[in-house]
């Protein structure tokens, strides 16, 4: 049902309409894309729950993951006038082996909390790698912002399933405090661990 109300609200979108008809499309597509990104969270995280869900480890192009990540939120990020890059170092091999589509996710994730609460600024993705051995590699991915900050003690709750960092978060800014608890345990199905440095401002 979901799909159907986007997908026609996407058709309504190439009609003839006036600006008061045109701001109700908008909120009813905002409002549907948000609710699918909920549907989504909750969907994984069952899966993830039950143990059901299994990552597709394939050969995956590093620049090609962060791009598709950064041109996902860049629409978010246009009406703030945030400034997205990326670095890799050039001790980065170009392909790794991972789940392509998980590891987006997670990048998207954290991208996208990070233009959330991002005001003015940039929001900038970083990718190191240490040699292990013969063809294995330990690859960092940093997500660095110039936004709000996170209290020194509430860090702690960031991870935790529907869990965010005050009350009054869900109602300023959205979101099911199920996105970081998610992409921490696909960053530990990939062998990972997650962490978060921030202060306030």
Partial sequence: PLNAVLGFSGLLADTQLDAHQRDFLNSIRASGDHLLGVINDILDYSKLESGSLSLEFSPCDLREVIEAALDIVASQAGPKNLELL?????????????????LRQVLVNLLGNAVKFTPSGEVLVSVSARHLGIDEYEFEFRVRDTGIGIPADQIGLLFRD???????????FGGTGLGLAISKRLVEA????????????
């Fill in 86 to 102: 990326y670095r890799i170092g050039a001790d980065v091999p170009p392909c790794c082996r991972a789940d392509p589509t998980r």
């Fill in 162 to 172: 529907f869990s965010q960092v005050d009350n009054s978060v869900a109602r300023r």
């Fill in 190 to 201: 990939h062998g990972g661990t997650i962490a978060v440095e921030s202060e306030v401002g």
